[in-house]
């Protein structure tokens, strides 16, 4: 039966609607920027709004997003990792700041600091059996807590001028390197996802752990590397964002946790739809903030930018629901 | 002949009024612009003691009773500093002052009131932030069992307080704006383009805005807000770095950011950093906040607006305590706005530190004005 079904579909040929999903938001970005061209061509079509702005502003976001789909692909959710990157930026301020340890060290306690987190939260949701979004809602608010102390609710600046440098100072064809670092990461991520065994595995575990686990596969590792994984990507996440605004504060960050989100449902639609990938997550990072700068350069006011947000989102999965028949989907 | 004559005649008239109109305009941006050097100086001298009204006994009057401050967050190191500082005055003057620790929920600002009412305090004072709109019923709860409710530090002197506050302690957010203004325009010489930052629902953002629009008007022909960026306080870190970065692309001519609120700095300085243009465009601010004087020392913002947080506790405690004594209240807070630029940030300390670099006349001065000495 499995083999006629395989056949009709090869029969049938390309299904050109399934190819549009895959592509369509890199066609949306594409016509986003068509459109923001015509009608702001002396400021938008310029270099620097696409080197500084669109690509060189977002490696943090990215970065997250990035870390957030692989315990996601896994089954995961991991809410604390937007904790975990203003506790990497605070603890990072703290040392190389205030305290003056070299950057390598602070660094290196940053690090330590993720691979502690992620532990715990992985700790807790195996060994427990506790859902991800509880144990990892605790961990944050722990995290939230710690950061206050640490900090003494104050903004922090002077860390060295050799992280800022080297994250938003220097350029690549005028684009920060803050940008590279975030692409490479994306193009690693990509290949384990892609071509590695813990890639695969992931995905099984992710798609049904009672037939991953049964199928000889560790989930209780699969599922801990995912955790440990998001939450030492979270922390380079905050590295780069005190190398962006040369200095930390105990609350910003947290906003990044809704944003990483919805890039990542969204990228979800795209590229490998219906499944968490780095790739999609990049446009999807990319789709957004080009619409943003975009509508920022006509003058409209700031809320809209929240309103093309949310409707993007809304849209693009809607769509893609569209084109698969509107089978029910979790949220993993 | 004639055509020719009436032509010329046309011609000069024209020419004399181009010149008188020009001679206007330029007479009027001179004078705008020594009035715009003028405010700079008055707020770049070390700030004296005025007396925000006559001296009174306050051990006599005011001993005895019971203040009970809920800043708008124990976590905000600005509430909550000026909170301790009304402490230490208050046990100078022999007014029990006690602070409601909270980390900025409404729900945590209602149980303060309750504990107030429960505790029998005389005066409930909403610091820095605490919008008397959200806890009505609980204030009128408070009024109702005789307890006085004032507001500290939330509105501007063109504001009306809520109805349901008994008073409040108004600050000249409005004056900021024109102190912010007037540096732009005296820095350029009369050429200030500006973008400035807001948080428009953060409640005197509107007067504060004004000033910075009235004075540019005023004292400035030649000057222009470029643009207006709402930011709320939950998103500055998403929204204020691009949204400055296209800005500052979209409109090359930009030479001035005003972030209002201090802390909104941390953001606008990676914008200019990233869009390229460091050293084309300057940042001045307000709120005195350390991590922002620290940067002008390292020459990433130009001059803050700063408010010494000792000054202002003790301002306030002043116009809570003749409430209590039942004297005449002053319309506004007494604290003078101090400017913080390259030439005076290190008196703030390295690292910079808050309520340093202000002097301290105002101990003596507020300790003779309530009979202490």
Redesign the interface.
């Given at each position: 039966m499995a083999e006629g079904t395989e056949v009709s579909a090869k029969e049938k040929g390309v299904d050109w609607l399934l190819v549009l999903e895959k592509y369509a938001l890199i066609l949306a970005w594409i016509a986003l920027i068509v459109v923001f061209a015509f009608v702001a061509p002396s400021s938008f079509l310029q270099w620097p709004t696409f080197s500084s702005i669109i690509f060189g502003s977002q490696a943090v976001l990215v970065v997250l997003t990035l870390g957030l789909i692989i315990p996601l692909t896994a089954g995961d959710f991991d809410v604390s990792v937007a904790a975990v990157l203003t506790f990497s930026a605070m603890i990072l301020a703290v040392l190389n700041a205030k305290m003056g340890l070299p950057l390598w060290q602070a660094v290196l306690a940053c690090l330590a600091m993720g691979l502690i987190v992620g532990f715990l939260n992985a700790f807790f949701i195996i060994f427990f059996r506790i859902h991800s979004l509880i144990v990892t809602l605790g961990t944050a608010s722990v995290i939230q807590g710690l950061i206050l102390w640490i900090s003494s609710s104050q903004t922090l600046s002077g860390v060295s001028p050799g992280l800022i440098d080297w994250v938003i100072v220097n350029r690549l064809f005028d684009i920060p390197l803050a940008f590279y670092y975030a692409m490479a990461l994306g193009v690693i991520i990509w290949y384990v996802f892609e071509f590695t065994p813990i890639g695969r595995r992931l995905l099984f575990v992710g798609r049904g752990r009672e037939v991953a686990r049964l199928s000889g596969i560790s989930v209780v590792r699969v599922r801990g590397v995912a955790l440990v994984a998001s939450s030492v990507i979270a922390t380079l996440a905050g590295i780069i964002n005190v190398g962006t605004t040369g200095g930390a504060d105990p609350l910003s960050g947290l906003t990044f946790l809704l944003p990483a989100f919805a890039a990542a449902f969204l990228g979800a639609t795209s590229i490998v739809p219906g499944r968490f990938n780095p790739l999609g997550s990049i446009i999807a990072v990319f789709f957004l903030v080009t619409g943003i700068t975009g509508l920022n350069f006509l003058g409209v006011d700031t809320f809209v930018q929240n309103m093309f947000n949310g409707a993007a989102l809304i849209l693009a999965v809607s769509l893609s629901q569209l084109v698969r028949g509107r089978k029910e989907q979790g949220l993993t | 002949m004639k055509r020719v004559y009436a032509k010329t005649t046309a011609a000069a008239v024209g020419a004399v009024a181009a010149v008188a109109v020009t001679a206007l305009l330029s007479g009027a941006q001179a004078q705008g612009l020594d009035a715009a050097r003028q405010m700079i100086e008055e707020h770049r001298a070390k700030p004296v003691f005025s007396a925000p009204g006559p001296a009174f006994d306050a051990k006599s009057c005011a001993a005895g009773k019971r203040v009970l401050t809920i800043p708008v967050s124990s976590?905000?190191?600005f509430t909550?500093n000026i909170a301790l500082a009304m402490i230490e005055a208050g046990n100078e003057a022999g007014v029990e002052v006690t602070e409601w620790e909270n980390q900025a929920q409404p729900s945590q600002w209602v149980q303060g009131i309750n504990f107030a009412i429960n505790e029998g305090f005389d005066l409930i004072d909403l610091l820095g932030g605490v919008d008397p709109s959200v806890i009505v019923p609980q204030i009128q709860a408070a009024t109702g069992a005789g307890i006085v409710v004032k507001t500290s530090h939330f509105y501007d002197l063109t504001q009306t307080p809520h109805e349901s506050v008994d008073g409040a302690v108004p600050l000249s957010f409005y004056k900021v704006g024109q102190i912010l203004a007037n540096w732009a325009i005296s820095q350029t010489d009369g050429k200030a383009n500006v973008v400035i930052i807001g948080s428009d629902e953060i409640v005197p953002t509107a007067p504060f805005v004004q000033g910075i629009r009235d004075t540019l008007q005023a004292n400035c022909p030649d000057c222009k807000e470029v643009?207006y960026?709402?930011?709320p306080v939950?998103?500055?870190?998403?929204?204020i770095?691009?949204?400055v970065?296209?800005?500052l692309?979209?409109n090359p001519d930009v030479n001035y950011l005003i972030p209002i609120y201090d802390?909104m700095s941390?953001?606008v300085?990676?914008?200019v950093?990233?869009?390229?243009k460091t050293g084309q465009v300057n940042i001045a601010t307000f709120n005195g906040?350390?991590?922002?004087i620290?940067?002008i020392q390292?020459g990433?913002v130009e001059m803050d607006v700063g408010e010494s947080l000792g000054w202002i506790a003790r301002g306030i405690l002043d116009s809570h305590m003749r409430t209590l004594c039942g004297l005449a209240e002053p319309a506004e807070l007494n604290v003078p706005f101090y400017i913080f630029d390259s030439s005076n940030a290190n008196d703030a300390g390295t690292?910079a530190d808050y309520d340093r670099g202000y002097g301290d006349v105002h101990v003596s001065g507020f300790r003779t004005l309530w009979g202490l000495e």
């Open positions: - | 976590a905000n190191p909550k643009a960026i709402n930011a939950p998103e500055w870190a998403t929204k770095q691009p949204s970065q296209s800005a692309l979209a802390s941390q953001f300085v990676p914008a950093r990233v869009a390229g906040t350390p991590f922002v620290d940067l390292q990433q690292p």
